[in-house]
């Protein structure tokens, strides 16, 4: 009946009300963070097709900056281009482009059979993940559509706290007896501190589950969940593994311009430059850290969580701290897409 992406909190509240006051799931369409599918597109909406935005076709290759094939290499002289003087109107309010606006991507099928059309699909996804300006997204699937309704708005920092604060049991369901969970190994010891990455890497998916907004947990509340894995967990023997998220540094970052960071449709908010409208202040991680470190018990708090160098750069003090007092052996850093091998494979 209907998809929920995402961490969910939002989507699995608001249809839990919906349905306990007696409305049917058929009905409840509209749901951010939720898809469904549909025969065609909901009533009162308008559609734009996805080739007005972005035109599908393979990319030109990027001159090298120091090869001899770039322009005007010959020194042959280049006319310029004439221009013709345009009147400028003065044009009245208009809505906002993207309430109760949907964009028709190409159909599954014409998207499975080319890879230019796939990555075309996958360019308007991502320019639509601003919970503050995205639009809905529908495509066709044989005979039906599926209806992408667009992302929850992010959690404040008390929203996180709350969900954070849920009397969770840190242990594998029962179901599973005495089996071997990998998973369960690896995030054992590790504290979860932020959702959500700005560094728009177009192999990700986590901009599509948690978004560009950082949402970030309050220092209490990280502080809690520390102690509270040194007094209850079994086995714990006082190393933290990992006090991280998406990416290890990028906790209480996010946009200065509470205007821009509503309708911005910038893929990365670091690349290929960082935004100046980017808080890249490492304080606030700094100051947890240390707090962390502090607590009575905790032998060891490591990092490994990948690390953001890009932005880690703009404040070495919290190289610093990290090299000093957090890295394991082994700096962790995610540096596949500079590497050819890797990408190679992608």
């Known amino acids: 009946d209907m998809l929920m992406f995402g961490n969910g909190e939002r989507p699995l509240v608001e249809v839990a009300h919906r349905l306990a006051m007696g409305e049917p ?3 409840i369409r509209d749901v951010r963070n939720t898809a469904i599918i549909v025969k065609e597109a909901l009533p009162g909406w308008s559609g734009v097709d996805s080739t007005r935005l972005d035109t599908p076709g393979k990319i030109d290759p990027i001159p090298h900056p120091y090869g001899e094939d770039l322009p005007c290499a010959d020194n042959k002289p280049v006319a310029p281009k004439k221009q013709e ?3 400028v109107t003065v044009q009245p309010p208009r809505p906002k482009p993207w309430e109760k606006t949907y964009v028709l991507l190409p159909s599954f099928e014409k998207v499975k059979g080319d890879k230019v059309l ?4 996958s360019r308007i996804l991502h320019h639509e993940t601003n919970p503050g300006c995205a639009r809905a997204l529908m495509q066709k699937h044989g005979d039906r559509y599926v209806w992408i309704n667009p992302p929850a708005i992010p959690l404040s920092t008390e929203e996180m706290d709350s969900v954070f604060a849920l009397p969770y049991k840190r242990v594998p369901h029962p179901a599973y007896g005495n089996a071997r969970i990998p998973a369960y190994e690896m995030i054992r010891f590790s504290v ?3 959702r959500g990455c700005f560094g728009g890497c177009s192999f990700c998916s986590i901009t599509e589950h948690e978004g560009r907004i950082i949402q970030s947990r309050s220092e209490d509340s990280i502080i809690n969940e520390i102690e509270a894995i040194r007094d209850t967990v079994p086995g714990f023997t006082g190393v933290i593994s990992d006090l991280g998220g998406p990416t290890a540094n990028m906790y209480m970052l996010r946009c200065k311009s509470p205007r821009a960071e509503q309708t911005c449709r910038r893929l990365s908010c670091v ?7 980017m808080d890249t202040n490492h304080e606030p991680t700094i100051n947890l850290y240390r707090r962390a470190r502090d607590l009575k018990g905790i032998k060891k708090i490591l990092i490994a969580s990948g690390v953001r160098y890009d932005i880690a750069v703009e404040d070495p003090r919290y190289i610093k701290e990290l090299a000093t007092h957090h890295v394991g052996g082994y700096l962790k850093i995610a540096p596949e897409h500079t590497e050819e091998g890797p990408l190679s494979k992608m």
């Open 25 to 27: 799931i058929s009905e």
């Open 271 to 277: 690349y290929p430059d960082i935004c100046p409208h």
């Open 118 to 121: 796939y990555a075309h699909a």
């Open 85 to 87: 003087a345009k009147a």
């Open 192 to 194: 979860n501190i932020m």
